[in-house]
């Protein structure tokens, strides 16, 4: 299977003046497969940010190569092509709400591309049914929670039929009732095929995943399943980055086998 991402010894710094660059990321290869449920960890600092912003072109290498589908993300003329397959949503959900209404909220990024009003009204319909915000449609954003609210920016992005969502620290403003919602989305949209890839540094969160990169200082220092990445406890702890708990694994398992459940019952139409 060809991969929806690549990164081929990709190097990253940041320029704050004539002289002077940090060097944020070195030589980093990694490739993200369709279908895959990918958690990037580290702690502050460690480059997971900088690395999310190379995966839809937001950021271009120093050196090395970032692909999409076989487009290089240094390709001007493929920049269109690549925010299309690779959407992302933020840390704060107010810099991505646009307008006034959460349904037109929703519709901002079809009507720019000019995608017709009958396609536009289904697809908005979809992506608030999927952020289960359907009956919030038409409030306006400022009242609704920090969480709701995340589900409007993500219903957006979702709305533009992308084939993987990169979610930057996307819940870390979020209380944890707003952070279980956006995590349940999360899970709910891999479900249905699509490539997730999450940025955090809370590790109960990374367990949802199926797929662990740990960052540490800019370079990959793991990359596995968490049941591979939590039985290097020690080396985890030297990185400042905590093993869950016995209870938040249970917690994990029970509602990742309740939505297994509910799939299988959809599936089979017994509802
Ligand atoms: P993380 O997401 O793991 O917290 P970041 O990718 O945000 O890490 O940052 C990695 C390093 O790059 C940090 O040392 C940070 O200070 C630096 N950095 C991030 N953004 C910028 C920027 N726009 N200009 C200069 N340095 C930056």
Request: aromatic residues 6%; negative net charge; hydrophobic residues 40%.
């Amino acid at each position: 299977m060809d991969p929806i991402i690549r990164l081929e010894n990709v190097s990253f710094s940041y320029k704050i003046n004539e002289k002077t660059k940090v060097s944020v990321l070195k030589n980093i290869s990694l490739s993200i497969f369709p279908g895959e449920y990918v958690a990037i960890i580290g702690h502050n600092g460690s480059g997971k940010s900088t690395l999310s912003k190379l995966l839809n072109g937001i950021l271009t290498p120093d050196h090395g190569e970032v692909w999409v589908h076989g487009h290089n993300t240094k390709d001007t003329n493929k920049k269109r092509a690549i925010r299309q397959a690779v959407g992302m949503v933020f840390q704060h959900p107010d810099n991505q709400i646009v307008a006034t209404i959460v349904e037109e909220d929703v519709a901002f990024g079809l009507e720019n591309i000019g995608v017709p009003r009958e396609e536009m009204k289904k697809r908005v319909d979809e992506a608030l049914n999927v952020v289960k915000m359907s009956p919030f449609r038409h409030r306006p954003p400022h009242h609704l929670s920090g969480g709701q609210k995340q589900r409007v920016a993500i219903a957006g992005v979702l709305a533009m039929q992308p084939e993987c969502i990169v979610f930057d620290e996307a819940t870390s403003m979020l209380d944890s009732f707003g952070r279980k919602e956006v995590i349940q989305v999360m899970r709910q949209m891999n479900n249905m095929g699509m490539t997730i890839i999450t940025v955090t540094h809370h590790m109960s969160e990374a367990a949802e995943a199926g797929r662990i990169i740990v960052v540490e200082d800019g370079e990959i220092v793991m990359d596995g399943t968490p049941r591979e990445i939590f039985k290097h406890k020690q080396e985890l702890e030297a990185l400042k980055l905590e093993v869950p708990s016995v209870s938040q694994m249970a917690e994990v398992i029970h509602r990742q086998f309740a939505d297994f459940s509910r799939d299988i019952i959809h599936e089979h139409e017994f509802i």
